[in-house]
T-cell receptor, first 114, second 114 residues
């Protein structure tokens, strides 16, 4: 089945540690996205990538970093600079970066600070 | 920058009742509009979308939405809900000229009582 796989489902981090969330897609989509979901705030865009080896900051990129070395992979690193990292993180992809392409979402990773 | 507001954070209703969820956006240019749904334990999935043409769009599972440009609104409706419609619903917008960067509303949690 084609889809987006996020791992792990739950992740715990000690303060001061960096942690990397995995996102893999086998849909052959060019564009990929990372969102953060907080209760009552909907989803907010962290980073997005239109194509391999390219990515841009979204609305709340501070304290996060990404890479896009392969088409199917778009890992997100939550760095120690992110002051409030506890959240639900969602990865998405779309065929292209055209605005009329619906985004497909993974099941998410819930990150908690110990 | 555009913003999206959903008027109700929580809605509780009985089976067979009608549902209408409000969504307003702020942006003066040409937009695409989406409704996504997140059922308990499942990933976010597309319910319906509006790009152009007939402002009344029909989606999956009997949902429809009406785009009223003069009111900057894209309200979601279903004439008769079922228990299985219990979910969180998100309205989202992107700007046609700015790629596929979605701005989401805060979400509305809908609980349908059997």
């Amino acid at each position: 089945d084609g889809g987006i796989t996020q791992s792990p489902k739950y992740l715990f981090r000690k303060e001061g540690q960096n942690v990397t969330l995995s996102c893999e897609q086998n849909l052959n989509h060019d564009a990929m996205y990372w969102y953060r979901q907080d209760p009552g705030q909907g989803l907010r865009l962290i980073y997005y990538s239109q194509i391999v080896n390219d990515f841009q900051k979204g609305d709340i990129a501070e304290g996060y970093s990404v890479s896009r070395e392969k088409k199917e992979s778009f890992p997100l690193t939550v760095t120690s600079a992110q002051k409030n990292p506890t959240a639900f993180y969602l990865c998405a992809s779309s065929i292209t970066q055209n605005s009329n392409q619906p985004q497909h979402f993974g099941d998410g990773t819930r990150l908690s600070i110990l | 920058a555009q913003s999206v507001s959903q008027h109700n954070h929580h809605v509780i209703l009985s089976e067979a009742a009608s549902l209408e969820l409000g969504c307003n956006y702020s942006y003066g240019g040409t937009v695409n509009l989406f409704w996504y749904v997140q059922y308990p334990g499942q990933h976010l999935q597309l319910l319906l979308k509006y790009f152009s043409g007939d402002p009344l769009v029909k989606g999956i599972k009997g949902f429809e939405a009406e785009f009223i440009k003069s009111k900057f609104s894209f309200n979601l409706r279903k004439p008769s809900v079922q228990w299985s419609d219990t979910a969180e619903y998100f309205c989202a917008v992107n700007v046609k000229a700015a790629g596929n960067k979605l701005t989401f509303g805060g979400g509305t949690r809908v609980l349908v009582k059997p």
